[in-house]
């Protein structure tokens, strides 16, 4: 079992910068996969990074490319997302996930076992 637990979210303006973080329970954290997905109102939940067990692999939505940055701090059990550049588009409520290394580069929601609770990012125009 894995705990993940969110933190980070706030409301910034246009073109500011937020940094998520999702800290895990457990001992086996660096064998799992990571993600981050958002969900803005009357939308699906969608895929915006995901990062491989040692971080070496990482991978991003088109319309986050460039932007945003996911990172993993093994040693802390840790996940992050840094959010520069940030434009109205990206309010939504932000999940960070846990998943089977067999899944890498996957971006759909079943491919991730567990989830956070959500942290709200609010960006006004």
């Known amino acids: 079992q894995v705990q993940l637990v969110e933190s980070g979210g706030g409301l910034v303006q246009a073109g500011g910068s937020l940094r998520l973080s999702c800290a895990a329970s457990g001992r086996t954290f660096s064998s799992y996969i990571m993600g981050w997905f958002r969900q803005a109102p009357g939308k699906e939940r969608e895929f915006v990074a995901g990062?491989?067990?040692?971080?070496?692999?990482?991978y991003y939505a088109d319309s986050v490319k460039g932007r945003f940055t996911i990172s993993r701090d093994n040693a802390k059990n840790t996940v992050y997302l840094q959010m520069n550049s940030l434009k109205p588009e990206d309010t939504a409520v932000y999940y960070c996930a846990a998943g089977s290394s067999k899944y890498e580069g996957h971006r759909t929601t079943s491919s991730y076992d567990y989830w956070g609770q959500g942290t709200q990012v609010t960006v006004s125009s």
């Open positions: 990062i491989s067990g040692g971080g070496g692999r990482i």
